[in-house]
């Protein structure tokens, strides 16, 4: 009989939850021919909330594979156990699992699937359902924990979902959620054990799949004609403009985008709800949107929401510059979630993934173009401001927070896990596609604490040296906090910073647009927002988890010394959160931006 291949275990965290061992046996069910077939695919981690619907699977995972690849995450929230898997593929590119109860657990973790999927992470969800058959259904529990199509709650924002009849199907679906998974546009993938399946003993285990044979894809090369059309493109154009959205985390990738932008001396705009894909202080890196009207080549590599961006810049006016498209985003658009945003124009198309493109349109490019031009300067940009306004300032600013973080990390490589809405571009810089991982995709708040867990592991798996810090606004951290315990637990270190602002302020300034549209009281805005009176402890809320927390930090003197405190807690492997209460208020540009026109 094929037992589970024996492979290499993670570095850290072995000790953890370790189960005792199980008496040798030949027997097997069906649960554990589920569970061999993630260890065959070689995932790490399963980060779950329990229940009695895949108890069996649950069973196999300790039991018979002894809690190890896969590894349990325990999470308190179906929410974090989804963000959690979806932060660790922020950072790696890579899907773990995450299992989820029937129904109900499905039905937390809705948010996070789809954030998940409007980033195109791949995660690879498990459920269960209450057996099918309803003669061996438990009275009442079983029965509301049964659906009839439980993927429907979520197909809509998954790439695939299944619910298979048979443990051949079962390994199956498991090898293909895999796979399409992985394949970009990456996503969420969602398969439904039942219960039978899960508990039915079985007489052996199907042989091992030849999981090789079974792998993702690689990526598509762009049509040569197309590729030498768009090259002949940027390499005559006046005023090339690269918008370089989503990249991976690939530093060759970078490379090339960087030596493709330099071969034309094409400006680049960068978006923070990529990644980092460009560093932000070369010569070639903008930051305002006016380049995109003075622009007469576009290049988008796969920016999100190409055409709000072109209307916004145009004004409505038709748009004058050629436009390449660089996109193979278009496979997973669907009837349900308008994710996809408007229909750019586009002179030239190539459907392939921006970082498979770019080293072809980069030859093609230095074919017609040899000799690069010169590069402009450098533009200025603010930073954040001195050590020394943290001296005079009344209050503390969000901009203070990367002044303290710098003064407290001097050279120490960090990765900025998530930015708040209130931090405003310039802040940092960005040199390594690791140094700034983006946003939810979404747009569900309450997902920043359990997605930088899950890349906070990710980087501490994968050996970086680099701090993992998160800034949080209090309303995602307040909705999402839970999911620090997992962080303690699992022994993942990690630095939030919430910038404390004790208000869901983003909406304050909707409601400001709405009563300034119609003539009434601006300074009612707060009501139904502000988090206070109660003000709330988030250092308690944090300490309360195992977590080490600081503050409220309220006086701006003392900023620095909470930071540099909460950075060599860090240092010394333990998971921090530092409360920095800060006055409300965004950049002037996306308070501008929600004032005048409705978003979020
Ligand atoms: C699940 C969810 N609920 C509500 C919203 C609407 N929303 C957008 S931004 C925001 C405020 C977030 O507050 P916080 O994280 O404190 O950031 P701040 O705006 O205060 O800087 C809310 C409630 C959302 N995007 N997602
Ligand atoms: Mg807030």
Known sequence: MDQPSARPIEAAGNEIDRPAPSPPSPRVWGSDAIAAVLRELDIPYVALNPGASYRGLHDSLVNYLGNTRPRMLLCLHEESAVALAHGWAKVTGRPIGAIVHSNVGLMHATMAIFNAWCDRMPVIILGATGAV???????????????????????????????????????????????????????????????????????????RPETARFAPPAPPEPAGPLVRRAAELLASARQPLILAGRGSRDPEAWRHRVDLAEAIAARVLTDRKSGATFPTDHPLHRGGAELIVDADVILSLDWVDLAGTLKTAYGGRPVAAKIIQVSIDQYVHNGWSMDYQGLPPADVYLLAEPDAAVPSLLAAVKALRPNSPPLPGAALRPGPPPLSALEDAPVIRVPHIATALKAALGDTPVSLLRLPLSWADGLWEFHHPLDYLGTDGGGGIGSGPGMSVGAALALRDTGSARLPVAVLGDGDFLMGVTALWTAVRNEI????????????????????????????????????????????????????????????????????????????????????????????????????????????
Not at 188 to 201: A, F, K, S, T
Not at 501 to 527: K, T
Not at 556 to 575: D, H, M, N, T, Y
Not at 587 to 600: H, K, M, N, V
């Open 493 to 600: 270190p990690l630095l939030v910073v919430v910038a404390n602002n004790r208000s869901f302020f983003s909406d304050e300034l909707h409601q400001e647009r709405v009563a300034r549209q119609r003539g009434r009281p601006v300074e009612n805005r707060w009501i139904g927002q502000a988090i206070r009176g109660p003000d709330i402890d988030l250092a308690m809320m944090a300490r309360g988890q195992g977590c080490t927390g600081i503050g409220p930090v309220e006086d701006p003197k003392q900023l620095v010394a909470a930071i540099r405190e909460g950075v060599a807690a860090v240092r010394s492997g333990k998971v921090c959160v530092v409360d920095v209460r800060v006055a409300a208020g965004y950049a002037a540009e996306a308070t501008a931006a929600i004032l005048q026109r409705a978003s979020g």
């Open 133 to 207: 058959d309803a003669m061996r259904r438990r009275p009442w529990i079983e029965w509301i924990h049964t659906a009839r199509d439980q993927g429907a709650l979520i197909r809509n924002y998954v790439k695939w979902d299944d619910q298979p009849a048979s443990i051949g199907a079962a390994q199956e679906a498991i090898l293909r959620a895999n796979m399409i998974a992985q394949t970009p546009p990456c996503g969420p993938v969602y398969i439904n054990l039942n219960l039978e399946l899960q508990e039915d003993e079985i007489a052996a285990l199907p042989p």
